[in-house]
């Protein structure tokens, strides 16, 4: 059977179908399957965004988004500071 990858909107519209299936008295196993995924995926996905809206799935992404940023920032100037360290390594008179 072929993977479908969801996107994090989706997940979160999904979530809350099956939270309305269970609501109306239905078991997690029957919920699950009226959207189309398995009682692991759901578990995994309440796990990593349950009880999020949309506005905190927007602010987590922002996160991310500037967190990764922030990294490669990191990382070139620790590059430059290597490179610096190796030319003055280079220039200092041997004694």
């Known amino acids: 059977?072929?993977?479908k990858r969801h996107s994090d909107e989706d997940v979160l519209r999904l979530l809350r179908e099956i939270e309305l299936n269970l609501s109306s008295g239905s078991d997690v196993a029957s919920a699950c399957r009226s959207v189309g995924v398995s009682d692991a995926t759901y578990y995994k996905w309440r796990k990593r965004f349950g009880g999020m809206g949309k506005s905190q799935l927007a602010e987590l992404k922002a996160l991310q988004k500037e967190n990764e940023r922030l990294k490669k920032i990191?990382?070139?100037l620790e590059l430059?500071?290597?490179i610096l360290k190796e030319s003055l390594d280079f220039l200092k008179p041997k004694a």
């Open 1 to 3: 059977m072929a993977r």
């Open 74 to 76: 990191v990382a070139t």
């Open 80 to 82: 430059d500071k290597l």
